[in-house]
């Protein structure tokens, strides 16, 4: 198997590290044309490598020596653990030796020190965290979902046409509807900021189809939906507790009583829509606006997830996503 695309995968970063994020790297490697990195404890991480079969130079460790955890300030963890899988991994990246990092480390360390360590688009003031939300239709691409808390409106509109070319080059929508998440449909609804990036977004050379009410985001009123990252984590965290708690209900409710019985026969429905939930069957959230790409993957992912991830990774390389960013941004 040929393998052009090189990726490099923090070993250590995330809830289940090193034992999930080995796993899924080599299920990927044996089934996609790709080498990765794997960067982290060089005995730790062989160790684990040790109980999979995989062809040969598909899998190299680079050695780091450190690692970020969730509960330091990312600023000064991104300063003072330079040797760190995830700061190594993200120099890999600004040196050309990997053409994607994948981490399931802190999510701010990974931001601030992308942002810093492998640089910004020309033209993009703020790279945005991009989340796939499931729907109705599908998914749509939710942006920023936590990145940046406070924005202006050409943020937004950056973020608008970012996520415009993600979801036609790496997710395969064409011609992707954009909405802008407000309280209301009507364009005189909302923040001024938000009235503001709707006159940008109106005028701007993407498929805008106007303001995404919240309660509509399910039903998958637009294929990228865009807000600040106060709103759009808000609208993160509340999917993913709220659909935690609708199936403890359900399962609670099918499992006693006169529903017992059926439950065995609805076993198979209710996985295959818990599935549909599940972040790891997306793989990860992108840093979209970055030179190139970074990849951030849920603190309490499973191997599936990184599997997908760099599944996600060779989309995005082989579309040249970055250089789409970058004509769009200039347009």
């Known amino acids: 198997m040929e393998r052009n695309i090189i990726v490099a995968v923090d070993a250590m970063g995330g809830d289940n590290a090193p034992f999930e994020i080995v ?183 993407i498929n805008f189809i106007g303001n995404a009410e919240i309660v509509d985001i399910p039903n998958g009123v637009a294929d990228v939906i865009v807000c600040d990252g106060f709103v759009g984590n808000t609208i993160l965290k509340l999917t993913e507790g709220l659909s935690k708690a609708l199936f403890k209900i359900i399962k609670s409710e099918i499992t006693s009583g006169v529903y017992k019985l059926a439950a065995a026969a609805l076993k198979t429905p209710f996985s295959n829509i818990k599935k549909t939930f599940d972040s790891d069957q997306v793989g990860g959230a992108p840093y979209i606006g970055l030179r190139a790409l970074v990849m951030k993957v849920h603190g309490s992912c499973k191997a599936p997830a990184i599997t997908n991830c760099i599944k996600q990774s060779i989309s995005f390389i082989e579309n040249d996503t970055v250089a789409k960013i970058e004509q769009l941004i200039q347009k």
Request: proline residues 3%; aromatic residues 6%; contains cysteine.
């Open 23 to 205: 796993k899924g790297v080599a299920e990927a490697v044996n089934i996609y044309p790709v080498k990765v990195l794997l960067v982290g404890k060089e005995d730790v991480v062989k160790k684990e490598l040790s109980a999979y079969t995989y062809e040969d130079g598909s899998i190299e460790i680079v050695n780091a020596d450190e690692v970020i955890g969730t509960d330091e300030v990312p600023t000064e963890a991104v300063r003072k653990k330079k040797n760190s899988s995830l700061m190594v991994g993200l120099g890999l990246l600004k040196e050309k030796k990997a053409e994607a990092f994948i981490s399931a480390g802190s999510t701010g360390a990974l931001f601030v020190g992308g942002t810093f360590t492998v640089g910004r688009i020309k033209g993009i003031d703020r790279p945005a965290l991009a989340t796939c939300l499931p729907t109705l239709k599908g998914f749509s691409l939710l942006l920023d979902s936590g990145a940046n808390v406070d924005c202006k409106p050409q943020y937004l509109e950056q973020f608008a046409k970012m996520g415009s070319v993600y979801a036609q080059n790496v997710l395969g929508v064409k011609n992707p509807t954009v909405g802008l998440a407000n309280i209301g449909v009507e364009k005189e609804k909302g923040s001024m900021v938000v009235k503001e990036a709707y006159e940008m977004l109106e005028n701007s050379d």
